[in-house]
């Protein structure tokens, strides 16, 4: 089993910044690539940014690079999404998730609660 707790979102005016904290436990959190979804009610839920067990590699979605950079502390056992230059179409629920490998968009085994990122115009 599982637990990954997010944290960070809130209400921030467009162009300004957020950064989002993701918490594991209950596994290896080294030996799991981790990535950052989002999801807006009533649409699927889209892959934004993912990092590799050790941290060198990421990969983004074409709508958030330059913009956010996914990083990782393994002795924290936290995964963080910076959030630069926010636009109101950000506006979502934003989830961290271990995916089943480092290249997967789509492919995850476990995802939090969510946290809430609104940006205003």
């Known amino acids: 089993q599982v637990q990954l707790v997010e944290s960070g979102g809130g209400l921030v005016q467009a162009g300004g910044s957020l950064r989002l904290s993701c918490a594991a436990s209950g596994r290896r959190f080294s030996n799991s690539p981790m990535g950052w979804f989002r999801q807006a009610p009533g649409k699927e839920r889209e892959f934004v940014a993912a990092i590799n067990q050790s941290g060198s590699n990421t990969y983004y979605a074409d709508f958030v690079k330059g913009r956010f950079t996914i990083s990782r502390d393994n002795a924290k056992n936290t995964v963080y999404l910076q959030m630069n230059s926010l636009k109101p179409e950000d506006t979502t629920i934003y989830y961290c998730?271990?995916?089943?490998?480092?290249?997967?968009?789509?492919?995850?085994?476990?995802w939090g609660q969510g946290t809430l990122v609104t940006v205003s115009s």
């Open positions: 998730a271990v995916l089943k490998y480092y290249g997967a968009t789509r492919e995850y085994d476990y």
